[in-house]
């Protein structure tokens, strides 16, 4: 007689809720990406914006973090680029709800230019 347990498969992993702004002060904008986890709390990240030309899309946009990180971000639309770690693994894809995502840089700027506010 053979026994076997039932496995379960895998969940995947939800996403956090985002929420992102950008804040003025004179000539400097930064842009604050919250990231909203049920158990952890939130997560802030917050980096210096600074608009630079592209010869790659619409609009270009330097990001640069408080520890010296920078990422740069091509916006223009679904052709969009990021250079982040979490983009170049990933690129576009899918997220739970099977619409396509990328990175949250790349998201929160789209969103923000959606909206007008970049």
């Not at 995947?12 to 952890?40: E, H, M, N, W």
């Not at 010296?68 to 969009?80: K, P």
């Not at 250079?83 to 576009?92: A, I, L, S, T």
Request: net charge positive; aromatic share 6%; with cysteine.
């Amino acid at each position: 007689m053979s026994e076997t347990t039932a496995t379960r498969t895998p969940r995947q992993r939800r996403k956090p809720a985002r929420f992102c702004k950008l804040s003025r002060t004179g000539k400097d904008v930064v842009l604050v990406i919250r990231q909203r986890y049920p158990r952890k709390g939130d997560v802030l990240d917050t980096y210096a914006a600074e608009a630079f030309p592209s010869e790659m899309g619409e609009r270009g946009v330097e990001l640069t973090k408080g520890d010296g990180t920078v990422y740069h971000v091509n916006l223009d639309g679904r052709a969009s680029t990021c250079d982040c770690p979490g983009f170049e693994n990933h690129g576009w894809h899918a997220d739970e709800n099977g619409e396509p995502t990328a990175c949250k840089h790349l998201m929160a700027l789209l969103k923000l230019q959606s909206l007008g506010k970049l």
